[in-house]
């Protein structure tokens, strides 16, 4: 997103109203599979089309406005691929991250951006009356699916400034669990290491095959429901609520917070993992356009500012709350402290 | 668009399949006005709710989400316009463009985007058998009136280079006139000016009217019916040809050039104004992307490099093409000596 030209200009509004070609070519570029097609050596808009059964001449065009728009390079008539799309966009390799359209333009979730202009005036989604909220809602089992790679990343980076005790047998509370990688992260880590997932059945099943997959089963267990009615147990050391919180209002975490609190046990701490913007709520980019998502598909969601999970978690009974921001991240970490 | 991140990421992946949250945004800020809203004083999201019957909750995401895309500016809690969206954006002011919303998201248009796939193995438009391009098709009506304002500066541009004998009386041939602009700007410019202007019936109206508010009823025609089919007269000085060719194939683009070559007066010269990309179809950027909107709402369409167009009007009997940069300008220009 460029911002002001330097003489007023109406090319920024021109580009940006037509932003959704960018979305829709990009969809239909990973449908044809086109970047592992170039990473597998078919480089011309002829090839391609051979390849894909396509016709060269939609390759030519969908592969020139892909250059265009950052995700090929183009020489002498021949593409190829950034160092994010080789990375990122080619299916054999683990790290590919294509399958995240899947979710991101699910129709439940695009189609809360269908009337924005209705979410503003009713100030909250205008899908249903608990938007993507409602029980056992499907969306959830294709967000662990499609967002597992995008979130590995991330989950993993947590490790890091998150330490615990690699001696003792520690226990940690996945709430919100979904693909179950950010608590079979510390797993790998810390073998003494147990985990309770929450989450709803439906969505428990793809953390199961992915606790498997990690060799943690035995350490990895499902507690299926919702995280506002079932008993938590206790004495966990940890709590890790990604992206979780910024689906409800200030009074419905601070319910959960309190839950929280009181399954840790004295030295536990509560993690989030969320999309902060900062105070005034200009930076950084992602969290603060965040909100709209949560606008668009929930009642009451919102991208919180770390001085609004600060005074929530203190309401909960927290002692204190300190941001940690990760190296590669699009989102910002909370601990506090029982 | 950015570019490549110095290390690969999966930010602009994640940012481009979003992209369409940059679409929807803007559109919902359109229709609540909000920018008008904001010139006329009212600047928190508070005063926006209220002005605009809206929640505050809404306004403050929908206002921080335009700030962080560059449409708004943020200082202490309150909103402003930046120069670009106080000159494209304030509907008290002829320099508004927010109507283009209706043309560019228009169901016809934008359908053409839902499955780019189809499009890129078909070759082409997957809508319709003709997609746009169908006879009378009711959106190039919404054209006529949401692009008038877009197309203004382009054709007040276009009388600097393409000068006529003011002495003289001239005749000007505006094909697919639409709003009519293009060519009631060289009337306005040439007293002893008249123009003949060709689209389809529905279309011009909206020329008709854009006559009458120019003063220049007396001096401009409108003949109604398909380009390819009308009886065009001859001796005519200029031959207005924008944005257009783009729709058709070559050898349709020849056969209308060959017409037009007809109606030319021995000094004629026809005026292409076009998204016309280099010849390895990497700048600019509009021009290349330009395409995708061709292949995605019509059976045949391109956006041609000027070797491309130098050729078909050589083929059509022209002796010669330049390509003009226009100084301020989405477009290209293409003169076609006779």
Redesign the interface.
Known sequence: ?????A???????????????????????I??NLFTAIAEGATTAKALAEK???????????C??L?????LT?AD?AYGL????????DRHLPSY?GD??KF??SPTL?SG?????A??????TVISEEGTMSPDNPVWVEFARAMQT?AFGMAQALTGPIKLDPNKKTKVLDIAASHGLYGLMFAQQYPNLEVVAVDWANVLEVGKENAAKFGASDRWRALPGSIFDVDLGDGYDLALIPNFFHHFDPPTNEKLMRKIHAALGPDGRAVTVEFV?NE???EP??S??F??????STAHG?AYTFAEYEKMFANAGFSRSELVELP?A?EQVIVSYK
């Open positions: 997103m460029s911002a002001q030209s003489t007023p200009s109406p090319e920024h509004f021109f580009r940006s109203i037509n932003a959704f070609h960018v979305t829709q070519a990009l969809k239909g570029a449908e044809l894909r059964q396509a016709s060269e001449r939609g390759m030519r065009i969908l020139d406005f250059t265009v728009t950052g995700f183009k008539g950034t160092p994010d799309s080789a990375m990122f966009l991250v995240a359209a991101l333009l695009a951006f269908n009337d924005v202009a979410a503003v005036r009713k100030g909250g995008l913007p005034a709520r200009t980019p992602h603060v356009t909100a709209m998502v949560m606008l668009a919102d590669v699009f």
